[in-house]
DNA sequence: GTAATACCTAAACCTAACTTTAGGTCAAGC
DNA sequence: GCTTGACCTAAAGTTAGGTTTAGGTATTAC
């Protein structure tokens, strides 16, 4: 058992984010002795969900969702998998967008590459669209997708 | 050279949005007609450029910086090529923050489906953290860095 | 007994990135 | 001549995810 202050400091989040999290619903079952919170494993559990799904970028309100199913027990098993299984397909189109405008800046850090050497953009304008090195090419398509 | 309902139509942003970014100087030189914002080449590759910005988590004040760089001439190639760079640096980190999200997912959606297969989550926990699967066992490990 | 700490709440405030609203100009079509 | 549609501005409103403030309680330290 944790006070708030402990969790705090376990965490590296401030004590208003934790009582934001706790209003906001996230700890449905957290036990109180006269008014103060008494953080369980099954708080820093959570807390430990929390992180990874606001990582993964989940709304508040869809992780307070999940909370509340896994106080319910196991009729709700199927649910909290379809919910993990939706953020995963959410976070694998991301990084798969991600990769698309790493692209785009690797061509741009290259543009301004050749740009310095050159002086100016001219060399460069003339080369566009078609008559770039063929590593180059591919960067720019998924640039200008 | 279009109007701002084009554009609109073109990339599929509100025309609120567009002079949204009007405003907020992400178009230093754009051209007006008795008030009417007149989009050309130049403003039609800046708003490319924003998507991708954008995208790549970057703020529209830094944004602005960026477009004021391009207005200024080649003297600033250098602070451009050095802000692509570091938004190269920031994309790559999150991707890799993002895999492991993803092997926490992946982790998760393999405990649900064995609960829903056991029908309870007692087995699940007697074999944690350190009798798993050892192709599981790897997700687990990233999931709870 | 009083001062410092650690906890509590409700409510106001904050920021980014838009969106909505209210009111106005101007050209084209009927 | 008047209505419709496309443009304009300034300012207020919206949402998410917190943070700050103001005021209160309860325990420990001197």
Redesign the interface.
């Known amino acids: 058992m944790y006070t708030i202050g402990q969790v705090s400091e376990m965490f590296g989040l401030p004590i208003s984010t934790l009582r934001y999290y706790d209003k906001e619903g996230l700890f449905p079952n957290i036990e109180r002795t006269s008014g103060i919170r008494k953080f369980s494993d099954v708080e820093i559990e959570a807390i430990?969900i929390i992180e990874?799904l606001k990582?993964?970028g989940m709304e508040i309100k869809d992780i307070k969702k999940f909370m509340q199913w896994c106080a319910e027990g196991?009729s709700t098993?199927?649910k909290?998998?379809e919910l993990?299984?939706k953020?995963?397909k959410a976070?694998?189109e991301?990084?798969t967008?991600?990769?698309k405008?790493?692209d785009?800046?690797?061509f741009?850090?290259w543009y301004?590459?050749q740009?310095?050497k050159d002086?100016?953009?001219d060399h460069l304008n003339e080369m566009l669209p078609n008559h770039l090195p063929s590593d180059i090419q591919k960067l720019y398509n998924h640039?200008?997708e």
Chains 1, 2 share one sequence.
């Open positions: 430990r990874c990582n993964s196991s098993y199927l909290r998998k993990f299984e953020r995963q976070v694998e991301e990084i967008q991600m990769q405008t790493l785009m800046l690797r741009k850090c301004y590459e740009a310095i002086g100016n953009e640039a200008h």
